[in-house]
């Protein structure tokens, strides 16, 4: 799965149906428990063979993502999405805000595709050259209703394409990751801080200390670089980080 990929190259039919299913289901489309058309309708929903139909749903069943009740159909299951503390080596930070007895919240801010080669320092750390696309997510962080934190996420498209807006906005990034690519990363992370800079005192408001705690992150996969994170906080929220 995380060989190199060529988004030139056709995806394989029954893939392209499993990556469709699994948008509608991840993106609330389909809820659960709803049912899903006959295999006869699928394939030509799909234009693909009952056999092709068939092997799709059964990995659809292998993943999770639905059930078949025998002579009845196929339903989408309730899938369990991964807990941010599940993944070595990442920080859970709503559990480190409700150490605080805060009240967490994540926002989307931006999610984009970069195809103009920008970004350099961050193609370097994943292996990738300026012609690859690039996704940028950004995220706000706050507790109770303070901002502490912004979050920004570098990831290829060609190890995870298909990544959608109503996805995101369902499901946190990393938790939607292990379930909808069953990425197993594990992260390495590099702390520093300084003082804030003028946009940054702009930005949150309220610096206590005049100082912003800086993380930087690197998801590996069997020693490669999969997708890299830059995570700026400020505020009681740095003090309960280790």
């Known amino acids: 799965m995380w060989g190199e990929q060529d988004m030139s190259n056709e995806i394989p039919l029954y893939q392209n149906m499993i990556n469709d299913l699994i948008h509608q289901i991840e993106g609330g489309k389909l809820q659960q ?44 299951a309730r899938k369990s999405i991964p807990k941010t503390n599940a993944i070595p080596g990442m920080i859970n930070l709503e559990k480190v805000i409700r150490s605080m007895d805060a009240q967490p919240r994540i926002e989307l801010k931006d999610f984009r595709l970069i195809v103009n080669g920008s970004e350099p320092v961050v193609r370097s750390n ?30 290829p498209y060609a190890q995870f394409p298909n990544l959608y807006l109503s996805e995101l906005e369902r499901h946190q990034l990393l938790p939607l990751l292990v379930s909808k690519y069953e990425f197993k990363p594990e992260f390495q992370t590099h702390r520093s801080s300084d003082l804030a800079t ?3 005192k702009h930005l949150f408001g309220s610096v206590p200390g005049n100082v912003m705690v ?15 994170g830059e995570i700026t906080l400020t505020g009681q929220v740095t003090m309960y980080l280790y």
Do not use: M
């Open 33 to 76: 428990d709803a049912k899903l058309p006959s295999e006869a309708d699928l394939g030509d929903s799909y234009s693909v063979s009952r056999i092709t139909v068939r092997r799709a749903l059964a990995e659809l069943v292998d993943r999770g993502y639905i059930y078949k009740r025998h002579g009845i159909g196929s339903f989408v």
């Open 214 to 228: 800086h993380l930087r992150l690197t998801g590996t996969v069997q020693g490669k670089s999969l997708i890299y």
């Open 126 to 155: 994943l292996g990738l050259n300026s012609d690859d696309y690039l996704y940028v997510i950004d995220y706000q962080i706050f507790a109770d209703d303070d901002l502490v934190g912004l979050v920004h996420w570098y990831l």
């Open 198 to 200: 003028r946009a940054e």
